[in-house]
């Protein structure tokens, strides 16, 4: 679920909390509480006519079993994706990383590999179609 909540604060960010002006507390609490509404009922909309058997299960197969030994190629990678604050710097395993002024405000993906002790930022611009490489340091977690 973690890239549909990511997804709703997106567009949350965009077109709501960028481009009002509050009065008040309860003007945000008003205002949120109508942006979730019309939220809602477009989920809903795009929902009315599928067939909901057409839609893909997320659950498992009940003959599934875990086979830890296929994922041990990519265990070295953890993907994360941050806002980078007003100071220019994400927070990420408990410390700061500085990401650069040009994308302040702005999600990106960041890719650290434990392996080659290497971490590596995506970004995305709104009018792009793909990720692009922006940064890559030198980098080893922390108490690992």
Do not use: C
């Not at 205002?31 to 809903?44: S, T």
């Amino acid at each position: 679920m973690n890239g549909g909540i990511e997804e709703f604060v997106k567009l949350f960010s965009e077109n709501l909390w960028a481009r009002k002006q509050f009065k008040s507390e309860e003007n945000v609490r008003q205002e949120v509480k109508k942006f979730e509404n019309n939220h809602d009922k477009l989920q809903r909309w795009k929902l009315k006519n599928k067939n909901l058997k057409t839609i893909p299960s997320r659950k498992l197969d009940k003959n599934f079993q875990f086979n830890p030994k296929k994922f041990e190629q990519n265990a070295s990678k953890i993907h994360f994706i941050r806002e980078v604050k007003n100071n220019r710097k994400i927070e990420m395993l408990n410390e700061e990383i500085n990401i650069g002024e040009s994308y302040v405000g702005e999600r990106i993906w960041v890719t650290v590999d434990e392996i080659v002790h290497s971490l590596i930022v995506f970004h995305k611009a709104k009018d792009a179609k793909k990720f692009k490489q922006v940064k890559e340091m030198n980098y080893k977690i922390k108490n690992l």
